[in-house]
Structures are given as structure tokens and as C-alpha cells.
């Protein structure tokens, strides 16, 4: 797995858009709506591993993704704010992470997508996906 770190630290320049940048622990251990909002959290959603390319040594491409999942409060009295609002979250998180590269990474980040995770009335989050990749190795 790559450190979340970087990526969070990455996104903290971005503080003027979020009030609270934190990891996957932070998110997991929510029972209600962040009391801060907007809010962002960094959470690794699934890594693969390719065969191993040697006989003597181990060596292997390890494709890993991850998620940023903004938090936004859903009471805005003019829905088209809170359609605005969430693009603008997407945008520059998709701005910082796009073509960055992770220190443990083997390449830049790509754009894998997004998904709503909830939306209930009182906040919507949604998942903005990266992919990377890494490499496995043991001599």
C-alpha cells in the first residue's frame, strides 16, 4: 500500500476550498456527518498485483487506487449551488492529483472516475478515483 500522506498533503494547499483534509481512519470512524464542512478524506480502495517478471527475485507491477471523498453539506436553499459547489471540489482535487506522482509511485496519477456514496438530505459525499502504480520487489 502507498502512504496516504502524500496525498493528503498534496490536497492541503487546497485548504481555502476544504475546512478539513484527513485519511481513511478519520472517514471510517464517522457515525455522523463531519461536524466541519467541506470536508475531504483519503481512502485507498483496492491495489492488484501483475505476475511476477523474474525467476530469481520477486518483481512485480502493483496497480493502486485510491479515492478522495468530499463531504458537502446538502442544505443549500438553491440546489444549483450545491451542484456548483460539488464541481468545484471535484475540479480542484482532480487539478492537484491529475499528472502528480506519488514519491512511492512508479508514475503519475490518472483519473479512474467518480461515485456517489450518499446523499441523504443533509450532506451528499462523493468519491473522486485515481489510479497509480508501484512496484513490488524482494531480492
Not at 22 to 38: C, K, N, Q, Y
Request: hydrophobic share 40%; charged share 25%; aromatic share 6%.
Amino acid at each position: 500500500m502507498i502512504a496516504l500522506q502524500p496525498i493528503v498533503d498534496q490536497l492541503k494547499p487546497l485548504r481555502n476550498l476544504a475546512k478539513h483534509v484527513d485519511g481513511a481512519i478519520e472517514f471510517a470512524s464517522l457515525r455522523t456527518a463531519p461536524t466541519v464542512l467541506p470536508a475531504w478524506y483519503v481512502i485507498p480502495t483496492r491495489e492488484t498485483a501483475s505476475q511476477n517478471e523474474r525467476t530469481s527475485t520477486i518483481h512485480q507491477r502493483v496497480d493502486v487506487r485510491f479515492q478522495v471523498v468530499v463531504v458537502l453539506s446538502a442544505q443549500a436553499r438553491n440546489q444549483d449551488k450545491v451542484r456548483e459547489d460539488l464541481k468545484t471540489h471535484v475540479d480542484a482535487i482532480t487539478g492537484a492529483l491529475l499528472g502528480w506522482k506519488h514519491p512511492e509511485a512508479n508514475g503519475e496519477c490518472h483519473y479512474d472516475g467518480g461515485a456517489l456514496l450518499l446523499s441523504d438530505g443533509q450532506v451528499i459525499a462523493w468519491a473522486v478515483q485515481f489510479r497509480t502504480s508501484r512496484t513490488e520487489r524482494k531480492i
